[in-house]
């Protein structure tokens, strides 16, 4: 079982920035690749980016990319999600997911993912 802990949502101007974290306890390690997806009211659950614990290995969704980035603190067993220039239009409960890996494919897909965090809300202000 792995357990994941998000922090760091809130409340932010347009412009602004924040960073997510998802602490991960349990039986973590190497053999998972760590997701960060996001949920808005009467939307499907959206894939914005995932990392691979052992090899840092990136990849992002067209819609993030050049401004959030992912991260991950071994040491801490954290996984990041720095997130700039945020519009209103990011405004979503933001969660973390764990994916046992059976390939070196990454997973954009919920179904995909095993373990989950319980979300943190992102709201951005116009």
């Known amino acids: 079982q792995v357990q994941l802990v998000e922090s760091g949502g809130g409340l932010v101007q347009a412009g602004g920035s924040l960073r997510l974290s998802c602490a991960a306890s349990g039986r973590t390690g190497s053999n998972y690749h760590m997701g960060w997806f996001r949920q808005a009211p009467g939307k499907e659950r959206e894939f914005l980016a995932v990392?691979?614990?052992?090899?840092?290995?990136?990849y992002y969704s067209d819609s993030v990319k050049g401004r959030f980035t992912i991260s991950r603190d071994n040491a801490k067993n954290t996984v990041y999600l720095q997130m700039n220039s945020l519009k209103p239009e990011d405004t979503a409960g933001y969660s973390c997911?764990?994916?046992?890996?059976?390939?070196?494919?990454?997973?954009?897909?919920?179904?995909?993912?095993?373990?989950w965090g319980q979300g943190t809300q992102v709201t951005v202000s116009s």
């Open positions: 997911a764990a994916r046992r890996i059976i390939t070196t494919l990454f997973g954009t897909s919920p179904e995909q993912y095993n373990y």
């Open positions: 990392i691979s614990w052992s090899s840092g290995r990136t």
